[in-house]
C-alpha cells in the first residue's frame, strides 16, 4: 500500500490528478491510498502528528505557504529524507530554490497522465532496493543492513566504514568491489566515498551536506558526473 498526497488549492485540479492516479494504480497493479489537501498548512499538521506519505505531489503557488515552504518543513524540521516530493507549478524556473528539498521531479502545468504514470513507475523501480540489504563480513559473521538506511560507505586504509541512519559499521573490503553492487542511488563522489543521493541535504559543486550535517568533498574528476547525475534525478535536465 502506497500513501500518496495530492496537494492544490484547486479542486478540479486535484481530482484530475486522482483520477490519473487511480487509473495507473489498477493498470499497474498496485494499491494507493490517496488523499487531497488544500492546503500545506493541513497536510503540514497531519505529517506533524506522526503520518507518514510516501509520495506527495505539491503544487508551488498555494494561496498562504508554499509548496517549498511545506517540502522545507517535511526534510528540515521532520528530517524525512525518504517521502518524494514531486513539484507542480506554471512556472519553470525554480530549479535552485527546490534543489535543497530535493524533489523527485518537477511537473508543469498542465500535467497529463503519462507524466503522472512516469512519475510513478520511477518510484516503483527506485524503491526496490528498499527491499534489498547489504551483505558484509565482520569477522566471523556475516551482517546484513538495508540499503535505505545507508548515508554512506568510507574507504579508510584496507577497511570500509558504513555511515547509515543510526549507526556505523567497519569491515575489511574495497570500494570499488562495494560499488559494483550497488542500487543505483549511490554516487561516487571521490575516491574515498559512495553517497546515498536521497540523503544529501545540499550540493555544491565542490561538496555536499548530508543529512547528518556531515560535508562531504567531490573531487575534481567526479564533479561534472556528479552534477550531472543530481540534476537528472531531480528532472532538472
Known sequence: ???????????????????????IGYELKIEMELSIWY????????????????????????????????GNMIREEFSDFRTAIVYISYEKNYALQ???????????????????QRVIKRYL???????????????????????EDILYFQSVG???????????EEFYGKLEQIKEQLPQQFIQIHKSYLVNENYIREYMYENVIMCNEEKLNISKPYRKLVQEKLLISRGEI
Request: proline share 3%; aromatic share 12%.
Open 1 to 23: 500500500m502506497y500513501h500518496i498526497a495530492i496537494v492544490d488549492d484547486d479542486s478540479m485540479f486535484c481530482e484530475t490528478i486522482k483520477k490519473y492516479l487511480d487509473n
Open 39 to 70: 492546503t500545506g498548512e493541513e497536510l503540514y499538521k497531519h505529517l506533524k502528528a506522526g503520518n507518514q506519505m510516501d509520495i506527495i505531489f505539491l503544487d508551488i503557488e498555494l494561496v498562504e505557504k508554499s509548496g517549498i515552504w511545506l
Open 98 to 116: 527546490l534543489f535543497q528539498t530535493q524533489p523527485k521531479d518537477f511537473l508543469v502545468k498542465p500535467v497529463y497522465q503519462e507524466d503522472v
Open 125 to 147: 523501480r527506485e524503491n526496490q532496493s528498499k527491499k534489498l540489504q547489504f551483505l558484509f563480513k565482520k569477522g566471523h559473521k556475516y551482517c546484513n543492513m538495508p540499503y
Open 158 to 168: 584496507r577497511k570500509i566504514r558504513i555511515v547509515a541512519r543510526e549507526e556505523e
